[in-house]
C-alpha cells in the first residue's frame, strides 16, 4: 500500500513588524540528538515560512505512524538570528544577557484563544522574558558565602533525579564546589544549596559555540498537557499547531536636523509634522557647537513602531513667523533599525536619525 508524509506538528511564529505577519527571523535546526531521534522514528524536519514543521510516514489512508513514537522523547531545535539586530525592532529586554537563551515548549499549558502557545506568561501571548533562562557549560563552578562549617550543593535534573549532591567546607567565608553535567542529557537543572533552591539553568551540549537565541523542546509523552498532545492512546496522530508570537518594538523617533546649508535661518522656524494628529513632534532644545552646525532634535510625542512597512508623510517644513506651513522641504525617512538608544534613567528607547539640510 502507498505510504506518506503526514504532519506530527507544526511550530508557526509570528511577528507583527512583517507585513506579512509571519517571522522571518530565524534559521532553525534540530540539535544533534534530535538528529538521531528523527532519524530512528522516521521521522521528517523542515523549516517553512512560517516556521517548522515535523513530518512522519504512514499508510496514506491511516493516520498511524509506520514506526511506533516513544513517548518518552523530547526533540530540540535550535534558533539561530538572521539578522543581528533583531533585539533592537522586537519589544525584548534592549539589554541582553549572553548566557540566556528563549525556552519555548509545548510542556508549558498555555493556550490562548484558541492558540496552542509554546510560551509561559499566561496574561499575554507574547515572547517575554519570563521565557529566557540561564545558560550553562557542561563545566562550571559556584560560590556561596556561609558562616557555617561546610555547604551543601544539589543539582537535580527536571523530573527531579539527583544528579549530583556534595558537602563542601567554608574556607574564609565561602565554599565552592564545581560541576560537570552529564556529556549528552541536555535539559533543565535545578541548583540547590543547603536544602534552598537558588538558581535554574538550561544545558545542552549542541549550544557550544553557537550563538543561539532559544530553543523548541518538544516533548512526545504524556507529561505534557492533553490538549498539546499529538499521539492519542491508541498510537495514530492528530497534528498540532504551536505558537510563538513576537511584537514589534516602539521607539520614540529622534530626527537630529542639521543646519548645514541653512545657517541664517532661525531654529525655530523648522518643523516636523504629520498629516495624522496622533503622530506629532517636539521641538527639542537646539545644540550648537563652535565649529560645527546647529543641530535641532524633533522627537516623537509618543513611541512609534519600528516595522517593515514604511510610516510615509513625516515631513520637514519651513514655517513663517505666524506658524503656517511655507514650504516642505523634505519627507523624512523612517529609522535604522541599527541605531537604538536606551536612556536608562527615563528607560526610554529612542531610534536617531541624522539628517542635513
Same mark, same amino acid.
Given at each position: 500500500?502507498?505510504?506518506?508524509?503526514?504532519?506530527?506538528?507544526?511550530?508557526?511564529?509570528?511577528?507583527?513588524?512583517?507585513?506579512?505577519?509571519?517571522?522571518?527571523?530565524?534559521?532553525?535546526? /534540530?540539535?544533534?540528538?534530535?538528529?538521531?531521534?528523527?532519524?530512528?522514528?522516521?521521522?521528517?524536519?523542515?523549516?517553512?515560512?512560517?516556521?517548522?514543521? +515535523?513530518? !512522519?510516514?504512514?499508510?496514506?489512508?491511516?493516520?498511524?505512524?509506520?514506526?511506533?513514537?516513544?513517548?518518552?522523547?523530547?526533540?530540540?531545535?535550535?534558533?539561530?538570528? $538572521?539578522? /543581528?539586530?533583531?533585539?533592537?525592532?522586537?519589544?525584548?529586554? +534592549?539589554?541582553?544577557?549572553?548566557?540566556?537563551?528563549?525556552?519555548? $515548549?509545548?510542556?508549558?499549558?498555555?493556550?490562548?484563544?484558541?492558540?496552542?502557545?509554546?510560551?509561559?506568561?499566561?496574561?499575554?501571548?507574547?515572547?517575554?522574558?519570563?521565557?529566557?533562562?540561564?545558560?550553562?557549560?557542561?563545566?562550571?563552578?559556584?560560590?556561596?558565602?556561609?558562616?557555617?562549617?561546610?555547604?551543601?550543593?544539589?543539582?537535580?535534573?527536571?523530573?527531579?533525579?539527583?544528579?549530583?549532591?556534595?558537602?563542601? $567546607?567554608?574556607?574564609?567565608?565561602?565554599?565552592? =564546589?564545581?560541576?560537570?553535567? %552529564?556529556?549528552?542529557?541536555?535539559?533543565?537543572?535545578?541548583?540547590?544549596?543547603?536544602?534552598?533552591?537558588?538558581?535554574?539553568?538550561?544545558?545542552?551540549?549542541?549550544?557550544?559555540?553557537?550563538?543561539?537565541?532559544?530553543?523548541?523542546?518538544?516533548?512526545?509523552?504524556?507529561?505534557? *498537557?492533553?490538549?498539546?498532545?499529538?499521539?492519542?492512546?491508541?498510537?495514530?496522530?492528530? %497534528?498540532?499547531?504551536? +505558537?510563538?508570537?513576537?511584537? $514589534?518594538?516602539?521607539?520614540?523617533?529622534?530626527?537630529?536636523?542639521?543646519?548645514?546649508?541653512?545657517?541664517?535661518? *532661525?531654529?525655530?522656524? !523648522?518643523?516636523?509634522?504629520?498629516?495624522?494628529?496622533?503622530?506629532?513632534?517636539?521641538?527639542?532644545? *537646539?545644540?550648537?557647537? /563652535?565649529?560645527?552646525?546647529?543641530?535641532? %532634535?524633533?522627537?516623537?510625542?509618543?513611541?512609534?513602531?519600528?516595522?517593515?512597512?514604511?510610516?510615509?508623510?513625516?515631513?520637514? +517644513?519651513?514655517?513663517?513667523?505666524?506658524? =503656517?506651513?511655507?514650504?516642505?522641504?523634505?519627507?523624512?525617512?523612517?529609522?535604522?533599525?541599527?541605531?537604538?538608544?536606551?536612556?536608562?534613567?527615563?528607560?526610554?528607547?529612542?531610534?536617531?536619525?541624522?539628517?542635513?539640510?
Amino acid at each position: 500500500m502507498a505510504t506518506a508524509f503526514k504532519t506530527l506538528f507544526e511550530v508557526v511564529i509570528f511577528h507583527d513588524y512583517y507585513k506579512k505577519g509571519f517571522s522571518q527571523d530565524f534559521f532553525i535546526s /534540530p540539535d544533534e540528538h534530535t538528529k538521531i531521534i528523527l532519524q530512528d522514528l522516521g521521522l521528517l524536519f523542515r523549516q517553512t515560512a512560517k516556521g517548522c514543521v +515535523v513530518l !512522519f510516514s504512514a499508510l496514506s489512508i491511516d493516520n498511524t505512524p509506520l514506526r511506533r513514537l516513544e513517548d518518552k522523547e523530547k526533540l530540540t531545535f535550535i534558533l539561530r538570528a $538572521r539578522n /543581528p539586530c533583531l533585539h533592537n525592532y522586537t519589544d525584548l529586554p +534592549v539589554e541582553q544577557n549572553s548566557n540566556a537563551i528563549y525556552l519555548l $515548549r509545548n510542556s508549558t499549558e498555555n493556550s490562548q484563544d484558541g492558540e496552542l502557545l509554546l510560551t509561559a506568561k499566561k496574561d499575554t501571548n507574547l515572547l517575554t522574558e519570563e521565557d529566557r533562562i540561564e545558560l550553562k557549560p557542561q563545566a562550571f563552578s559556584v560560590d556561596h558565602s556561609a558562616n557555617t562549617n561546610s555547604v551543601l550543593f544539589e543539582l537535580m535534573d527536571e523530573a527531579g533525579q539527583l544528579v549530583e549532591r556534595k558537602s563542601q $567546607r567554608v574556607a574564609e567565608g565561602k565554599a565552592r =564546589h564545581s560541576f560537570l553535567l %552529564p556529556a549528552r542529557k541536555s535539559g533543565l537543572y535545578k541548583l540547590s544549596i543547603d536544602g534552598t533552591q537558588r538558581q535554574a539553568f538550561y544545558y545542552n551540549p549542541s549550544l557550544r559555540g553557537v550563538k543561539a537565541f532559544g530553543l523548541i523542546e518538544i516533548s512526545l509523552g504524556e507529561a505534557i *498537557p492533553p490538549a498539546y498532545q499529538f499521539i492519542n492512546p491508541d498510537g495514530t496522530v492528530s %497534528p498540532k499547531t504551536y +505558537v510563538v508570537h513576537l511584537r $514589534r518594538r516602539e521607539t520614540f523617533w529622534r530626527y537630529k536636523v542639521s543646519l548645514k546649508h541653512n545657517v541664517d535661518t *532661525p531654529a525655530a522656524l !523648522f518643523d516636523v509634522i504629520h498629516p495624522d494628529d496622533t503622530i506629532s513632534f517636539n521641538r527639542d532644545v *537646539p545644540v550648537s557647537e /563652535p565649529g560645527q552646525s546647529t543641530v535641532m %532634535p524633533f522627537t516623537s510625542i509618543h513611541p512609534l513602531p519600528l516595522q517593515e512597512a514604511i510610516l510615509k508623510g513625516i515631513s520637514l +517644513v519651513k514655517k513663517d513667523e505666524q506658524g =503656517h506651513v511655507v514650504r516642505e522641504l523634505l519627507e523624512l525617512p523612517n529609522p535604522s533599525i541599527a541605531l537604538l538608544t536606551h536612556d536608562k534613567t527615563t528607560n526610554k528607547t529612542y531610534s536617531d536619525i541624522f539628517i542635513q539640510i
